[in-house]
């Protein structure tokens, strides 16, 4: 993967990720970082930060779920129906009042079950209670046996 770069330069992890991030931050395309580093005296192609980018994004999502600030007081959840894989499945999602998504699920039902398997698994991976949970429609019998 890092045959193009010249061996008096080596390519740090730190490096890989400035450029995932900077890819992703500006809308560069793979190109334009690989021009970018041309200038900086590293020869890579376009191919290798494509394959940079798909290893390392994932990694730098999950080091960053864990610098999030703890979720608010008041939780809005809502759902709705999307279409996955041909089949119609409904999609509950909570969201803290400052917008940090909090929990999504993706069920084949709307019912009580699913909404009290959604909070349960809400609250278990965050520890953390609502003073105030606002939804628009939810099953609200879900919330009171949660």
Known sequence: MLRNVT??????????????A?????????????ELL???GVEVDHVTIFRWVQRFTP???????FCRHSPAVRWYVDG??????????????AVDQDGQ?????????RDATAARRFFRRALATLK????????DELIPSAWHHV
């Open 7 to 20: 061996a008096s330069r080596v390519i740090r992890l730190p490096d890989i990720a400035d450029v995932c």
């Open 80 to 93: 709705t129906y999307v279409k996955v894989s041909g089949a119609w499945r409904y999609v509950y999602r």
């Open 59 to 65: 990694l730098l999502a999950d080091a960053a779920r």
């Open 38 to 40: 041309l200038e900086r």
């Open 101 to 109: 998504v909090i929990d999504v699920l993706v069920s084949a039902r």
């Open 128 to 135: 953390v209670t609502p003073t105030e949970v606002v939804t």
């Open 22 to 34: 900077s890819g992703q931050r500006y809308n560069l395309s793979y190109r334009d970082v690989e």
